[in-house]
């Protein structure tokens, strides 16, 4: 019974993490830095559940999350979760092939989960939405470059959230074909 007591604490602090970053970054962010892009720091705690969780568990809690995330954005829940999905399914596919878990990892992985997101959401944007998200090149580029650099302390916080939680690594979590 405690390890499913712990698991359920795992998964609160995870979507109250959400709740926090998403707020910071859509209210506190633009109050401090003005107009300068926020960094997207609930994509770090998806690539996080990819990386690090299962991939029933995965796919389940990133449906929670997309309903945690409905909130803060604009853009419609079936495309927030079609995204997330398509993120889910090219981030397990490059895991299978190439994955060390280190911090170092992470934030390769970080950048091309940032970069991953911004072509799938302009893509599935231009497919499904009558009024389509626009290029802004400079503005996701610095999006994407500052969500990598907050991979490493994002990805410290949740390796000691489940230390602290007892949450056990996977064995595939060490990629390659096991």
Same mark, same amino acid.
């Given at each position: 019974?405690? *390890?499913?007591?712990?698991n359920?604490?795992?998964?609160?602090?995870?979507?109250?993490?959400?709740?926090?970053?998403? *707020?910071?970054?859509?209210?506190?962010?633009?109050?401090?830095?003005g107009?300068?892009?926020?960094?997207?720091?609930?994509?770090?705690?998806?690539? /996080?559940?990819?990386?690090?969780?299962?991939?029933?568990? *995965?796919?389940?809690?990133?449906?929670?999350?997309?309903?945690?995330?409905?909130?803060?954005?604009?853009?419609?829940?079936?495309?927030?979760?079609?995204?997330?999905?398509?993120?889910?399914?090219?981030?397990?596919?490059?895991?299978?092939?190439?994955?060390?878990?280190?911090?170092? /990892?992470?934030?390769?992985?970080?950048? *091309?989960?940032? &970069?991953? /997101?911004?072509?799938? /959401?302009?893509?599935?944007?231009?497919?499904?939405?009558?009024?389509?998200?626009?290029?802004? &090149? &400079?503005?996701r580029? &610095?999006?994407?470059?500052?969500?990598?650099?907050?991979?490493?302390?994002?990805?410290?916080?949740?390796?000691?959230? #489940?230390?602290?939680?007892?949450?056990?690594?996977?064995?595939?979590?060490?990629g390659g #074909?096991?």
């Amino acid at each position: 019974m405690t *390890g499913v007591r712990y698991n359920f604490l795992n998964l609160a602090i995870l979507l109250l993490t959400t709740l926090l970053f998403s *707020g910071f970054q859509t209210t506190f962010w633009f109050q401090i830095f003005g107009s300068l892009p926020s960094p997207q720091l609930w994509l770090n705690l998806i690539l /996080y559940l990819i990386l690090f969780r299962s991939r029933l568990e *995965g796919i389940f809690t990133i449906y929670l999350l997309g309903l945690t995330l409905n909130p803060f954005t604009a853009m419609p829940l079936g495309i927030l979760w079609l995204n997330l999905m398509l993120i889910f399914g090219l981030m397990t596919f490059i895991k299978k092939r190439v994955f060390w878990p280190t911090s170092r /990892y992470f934030f390769m992985a970080s950048l *091309g989960v940032g &970069f991953i /997101y911004h072509v799938s /959401y302009f893509l599935i944007s231009r497919l499904f939405e009558s009024n389509p998200a626009p290029v802004l &090149f &400079f503005h996701r580029f &610095f999006e994407i470059l500052f969500t990598a650099l907050t991979a490493i302390p994002i990805y410290t916080f949740m390796t000691w959230v #489940d230390r602290f939680t007892g949450k056990e690594i996977l064995p595939e979590s060490a990629g390659g #074909d096991s």
